[in-house]
């Protein structure tokens, strides 16, 4: 038993999903209906993890970075830095056999920590001061390097000195640029195979990279008199906001607007005009800007008639669980640089280092800032999170209403569909498939789903199209039969939207980055939480893999 919690234990970590908590236990019985490529193994492992004990030395201890010449609390986006941490034995120590285990941060693009190659990145230095220890450094998987303490037990007290990216090259920073990047520590202080992470919060910032591309946003649609606000957003290579850039910004495309703007180097590459519209007609802005970049904003269509549109996304993650970035740094650029009118941040329920089902403390903060953030009218924020089950599909839960809970994928009592509609009919929720076709993990669509809690579904994002196979774009690792035309054809009636699945940091401009995004259009003129789910239900939208193409079906 103790080697099968070993490798249970490690396999949780190495899938990117470290569980911390102990609760729930296997189902009496197992569901008869699957998706046609379960991952049994992921579901297995995650449940074995929820019910192995942890020992009191588990998780022990203090670690922090060492403030030195070499030591780097900001770095650019793919830029080569070294990190010195200290790590301290708590009360109860680590016994000769246990464990300290170094996790870069694990998305997008840090180097691997490795012991054997000086002249490669990633290259880490392992030593103590401790007389009579040794320490059997290798690594584990991608980003995780393990320590293993040997010959006796680690005193309370007694230090362990890393040095990440000790060697000629240094180690390579995240791609995406990020306020907190954080390195995490976990300490199996008894050595049974089972860990848990260091209280100990260690964070650098990812700073963007050099300017290269210009993004000119606009709204859709407005009418004769209205002031909308102009988006201009000059980014790096990778989507990145806040780049170092200063400069004329030259302006054609409407009477009224200023030729020339000058972007100052505090405005770290936004620009927000108003403009005030006159007259009918389409109306498209040109910006060339600093460094020869230039950018052409999407059609606005100005009208006294016709639908509002209003673009949202209705799906991506942050740092907490396996994307980039805070709350915060999320919900701020949705607004600010994507110009989006309606945004959810759904992370995931049971994956990532800190789940959001075993830390409620971060569910609480995820819905202070969905409220923070939330201006009825211009900017619409809506509380979520995602169901991600390894046997069925991954949906996303979203509540139009302050408050709600995480029904776990991983608890019996929601392990299925029909258990998270259940679950979810008292509430003001609704749930969205998304890479229903391939991907991860494509649904199970032997659950027919529920009318009023599901009446669209995610048709496409960062992972490609799930609408057809011959669909452009489509998605990887495809399941042929398993497409959304393909329910149709069985009689399934739904919706389309599309949403980003954003692991960025991006929402609403996943695209730069990736082959495919994915936006929704909500037709009305409401921007409210229930607007926009009386849209939903309505089936009043549409999607789009990133552009803002408006459709006319009249």
């Known amino acids: 038993m103790r080697a099968n919690r070993r490798r249970a234990g490690l396999r949780a970590w190495v899938l990117g999903s470290l569980v911390l908590g102990a609760c729930g236990g296997a189902p009496d019985e197992v569901a008869t209906s699957l998706s046609p490529r379960p991952h049994l193994d992921i579901v297995e492992a995650l449940r074995e993890d929820l019910e192995a004990e942890r020992h009191p030395a588990d998780g022990g201890g203090a670690v922090w970075i060492v403030e030195d010449d070499f030591g780097y609390r900001e770095v650019r986006a793919e830029n080569f830095g070294q990190w010195t941490f200290l790590y301290e034995a708590g009360p109860l120590g680590i016994a000769e056999g246990g464990w300290i285990f170094f996790q870069a941060p694990p998305f997008w693009g840090w180097s691997t920590p490795q012991v054997t190659d000086t002249e490669s990145v990633g290259f880490t230095e392992v030593s103590t001061l401790a007389e009579g220890i040794v320490l059997d450094a290798h690594t584990v998987d991608q980003g995780l390097l393990g320590i293993q303490i040997l010959e006796r037990p680690l005193e309370a007290g007694e230090q362990v000195r890393i040095v990440y990216g000790a060697g000629e090259r240094g180690a390579i920073a995240d791609r995406f640029a990020e306020s907190e990047s954080r390195f995490f520590f976990a300490v199996d202080g008894d050595g049974d195979g089972v860990r848990k992470l260091v209280e100990s919060r260690l964070t650098v910032e990812v700073l963007p990279g050099p300017p290269v591309q210009m993004v000119v946003l606009l709204p859709s649609t407005a009418q004769p008199g209205d002031k909308v606000r102009l988006t201009v957003a000059i980014l790096d290579a990778a989507g990145s906001a806040g780049v170092d850039v200063e400069g004329e910004i030259r302006l054609q495309g409407l009477d009224g607007l200023p030729e020339t703007v000058h972007l100052e180097a505090e405005q770290k590459g936004l620009l927000h005009l108003d403009v005030y519209l006159e007259s009918e007609g389409i109306v498209r802005i040109l910006a060339e800007g600093p460094q020869g970049l230039v950018g052409e904003s999407n059609p606005l269509v100005v009208s006294s008639g016709g639908h509002r549109i209003a673009w949202g996304d209705l799906h991506g993650h942050s740092a907490t669980s396996d994307g980039t970035g805070t ?228």
Do not use: K
């Open 327 to 554: 709350f915060a740094d999320y919900f701020a650029y949705a607004r600010d640089v994507a110009a989006l009118d309606v945004v959810a941040l759904t992370d995931h329920d049971h994956w990532g280092m800190e789940p959001l089902a075993l830390h409620p403390e971060l569910w609480n903060e995820m819905q202070r800032q969905v409220e923070e953030f939330h201006l009825p009218g211009e900017f619409v924020t809506i509380f979520g999170y995602e169901w991600t089950s390894w046997s069925q599909g991954h949906r996303h839960v979203l509540y139009f209403e302050s408050g709600g809970e995480v029904l776990s994928s991983v608890d019996p009592e929601y392990e299925t569909p029909e258990q998270l509609w259940a679950g979810l009919r008292d509430s003001l929720a609704l749930t969205f498939a998304h890479h229903s076709a391939g991907g991860p993990i494509p649904t199970n669509w032997q659950y027919a789903p529920d009318p009023n809690l599901e009446p669209v579904t995610e048709i496409v994002s960062v992972h490609g199209s799930s609408e057809a196979l011959d669909s452009p774009g489509v998605i990887y690792s495809p399941l042929p039969g398993n497409f959304v035309r393909d329910v149709l054809d069985r009689g399934f009636e739904f919706g389309f939207v599309g949403s980003g699945d954003s692991h960025d940091g991006h929402p609403g401009l996943s695209h730069l980055a990736s082959q495919s995004g994915g936006l929704a259009a909500f037709l009305t003129h409401d921007l409210t939480r229930q607007g926009v789910l009386d849209a939903l239900r309505a089936r009043r939208v549409y999607a789009t893999n990133g552009p803002r193409i408006l459709l006319d079906s009249r």
